[in-house]
């Protein structure tokens, strides 16, 4: 692709000097022999806005499948799920849902997390199935705590 110089000449019998040379009367393009290249470089604009898009839309793809249940869980995604079921929101670091340790048996996850307050003064055992839209969470008796009667 070559480099277009549209320069305008209101006076048609004087030469213009531009950066590309001299320019005559007669060497001014038109509207019409510059249409190719504004035709050009609008398919490359709207080319790279259709691409942006596109990648834009597959990243999104995968957090809406994860949200309704169509990619499988990992570990890491199942723990997540239990701890925003049982404690709330919790950051990186936070002592009221701790987690003690988990494990995968064919298509559930069973978590064992320690809640302190005020998110709870417990241990429980929670149960992930179907890519975390069934929850089940059990108390654990951990050896300090008291029995109830």
């Known amino acids: 692709m070559g480099v277009v ?16 040379g001299v320019h005559t009367p007669e ?4 509207t019409a ?23 834009m839309g597959c990243s999104s793809v995968r957090s809406v499948a994860e949200s309704v249940g169509l ?9 997540a799920v239990a701890q925003h079921n049982v404690c709330g929101d919790v950051s ?9 340790g988990y494990h995968r048996s064919g298509g559930r996850f069973d978590i064992l997390l320690d809640r302190r307050p005020p998110a709870g003064n417990d241990r429980v055992l929670v149960t992930v199935r ?14 300090s705590a008291p029995r109830s009667h």
């Open 5 to 20: 110089c549209v320069q305008r000449n209101l006076d048609r019998g004087r030469a213009v000097q531009g950066l590309q």
């Open 27 to 30: 060497a001014i393009m038109t």
């Open 33 to 55: 022999q510059t249409a190719p290249v504004a035709n050009h470089v609008s398919s490359a604009m709207l080319s790279l806005l259709t691409c942006a898009t596109a990648a």
């Open 71 to 79: 990619v499988p869980l990992d570990s890491a995604r199942a723990v």
């Open 92 to 100: 990186p670091g936070d002592t009221t849902c701790v987690l003690r």
């Open 130 to 143: 179907g890519n975390g839209s069934q929850i089940e969470v059990t108390p654990v008796e951990t050896p």
